[in-house]
């Protein structure tokens, strides 16, 4: 009898810690696991990661068909980016917006010079950038997305600080994305880029040049509109700037 409660005892007790063993396991998995949830949400893997949301992103890019004996990045030249944008409030009344390096705080309503640049510079003193962002200005848009319009992006050579000396051409590359990271309305508008012999070339300075227009209608990029690019010196005439649709006016349908 003493010998089947002792049995009884060890039974019990055996149960009591295989009870003990699961409930520290499943509280040592559950931990395991909110740990690796917790990393993913902080540093997410990279093909997982969602783009971040831009409405406009303008990236233009110089020298990119420079010799091979110097690095991406160091051109002196000072290319500027700028972007005019056209549009009409609901009583008829015309809006121009222009941004460009000169303008305060670098932004507008409408847009911002999210990254600006002067040239390659030598000197110890002046600020450095990583070579990715050298001789590269950026313009994004200063809203959550874009207004009915007419969109205008022109590249102005403020000064080759000697570049021409070595090369009668600078060359520009120009991307133009609207609604990047949106899967349904995101559009590579404009793409000139010196690998696929396409990108902008300045030849002198104070030169302007149009590189892109487009139109956005009812909160949507206008397919076709960049195809009939129209020379738009609104940088160097921007009182007088062409009013003028860079593809056939909307008609109401």
Same mark, same amino acid.
């Given at each position: 009898?003493?010998?089947?409660?002792?049995?009884?005892?060890?039974?019990?007790?055996?149960?009591?810690?295989?009870?003990?063993?699961?409930?520290?396991?499943?509280?040592?998995?559950?931990?395991?696991?909110?740990?690796?949830?917790?990393?993913?949400?902080?540093?997410?893997?990279?093909? &997982?990661?969602?783009?971040?949301?831009?409405?406009?992103?303008?990236?233009?890019?110089?020298?990119?068909?420079?010799?091979?004996?110097?690095?991406?990045?160091?051109?002196?030249?000072?290319?500027?980016?700028?972007?005019?944008?056209?549009?009409?409030?609901?009583?008829?009344?015309?809006?121009?917006?222009?941004?460009?390096?000169?303008?305060?705080?670098?932004?507008?309503?409408?847009?911002?010079?999210?990254?600006?640049?002067?040239?390659?510079?030598?000197?110890? $003193?002046?600020?450095?950038?990583?070579?990715?962002?050298?001789?590269?200005?950026?313009?994004?848009?200063?809203?959550? &997305?874009? &207004?009915?319009?007419?969109?205008?992006? $022109?590249?102005?050579?403020?000064?080759?600080?000697?570049?021409?000396?070595?090369?009668?051409?600078?060359?520009?590359?120009?991307?133009?994305?609207?609604?990047?990271?949106?899967?349904?309305?995101?559009?590579?508008?404009?793409?000139?880029?010196?690998?696929?012999? &396409?990108?902008?070339?300045?030849?002198?300075?104070?030169?302007?040049?149009?590189?892109?227009?487009?139109?956005?209608?009812?909160?949507?990029?206008?397919?076709?509109?960049?195809?009939?690019?129209?020379?738009?010196?609104?940088?160097?005439?921007?009182?007088?700037?062409?009013?003028?649709?860079?593809?056939?006016?909307?008609?109401?349908?």
């Amino acid at each position: 009898m003493k010998r089947k409660s002792n049995r009884r005892l060890r039974e019990s007790s055996d149960q009591s810690n295989q009870i003990a063993s699961d409930l520290t396991s499943a509280i040592a998995f559950t931990f395991i696991a909110a740990c690796v949830i917790l990393l993913l949400i902080i540093n997410p893997d990279a093909e &997982t990661r969602v783009p971040e949301y831009e409405a406009l992103q303008v990236t233009v890019t110089w020298d990119t068909c420079i010799d091979s004996d110097r690095s991406p990045g160091e051109s002196k030249a000072d290319v500027d980016a700028w972007i005019l944008g056209e549009f009409q409030t609901p009583n008829g009344n015309e809006i121009r917006d222009i941004l460009g390096y000169s303008t305060p705080d670098r932004k507008t309503p409408y847009f911002i010079l999210d990254q600006d640049d002067k040239g390659y510079s030598r000197n110890p $003193n002046a600020p450095q950038k990583a070579e990715e962002l050298q001789n590269r200005e950026v313009i994004k848009s200063n809203k959550q &997305t874009l &207004t009915d319009g007419y969109y205008h992006i $022109n590249l102005h050579m403020f000064a080759d600080k000697g570049e021409f000396s070595k090369k009668d051409e600078v060359c520009v590359d120009v991307q133009v994305v609207v609604f990047k990271g949106s899967a349904a309305n995101e559009r590579l508008v404009c793409d000139l880029k010196a690998s696929a012999n &396409t990108a902008a070339k300045l030849t002198e300075n104070r030169q302007e040049l149009s590189v892109c227009q487009f139109e956005i209608r009812r909160g949507k990029f206008v397919e076709g509109s960049q195809l009939d690019l129209i020379q738009n010196p609104f940088i160097s005439s921007r009182k007088s700037a062409l009013r003028r649709p860079p593809y056939a006016p909307y008609n109401g349908n």
